[in-house]
């Protein structure tokens, strides 16, 4: 899978995409997101939505 679309679906916690390696488009915009600390593993991501969500850490970010 390259491409997932889980926007406006009201998620608040996001687990098992680490093992979506081969990932590079994410667009989890307007859900209940706080956390991003899953992003860390997903090494192929190129475009990242997460507008409207409410992250209060940035952790995660710097191993893309």
Do not use: P
């Amino acid at each position: 899978m390259e491409f997932l679309e889980l926007g406006a679906n009201e998620i608040s916690e996001i687990k098992g995409l680490e093992n979506l390696r081969n990932l590079e488009e994410l667009s989890l915009g307007y859900n209940k997101i706080t956390e991003i600390n899953f992003l860390e593993n997903l090494k192929n991501l190129v475009y990242l939505n997460l507008d409207g969500n409410e992250i209060s850490e940035m952790k995660g970010l710097d191993a893309l």
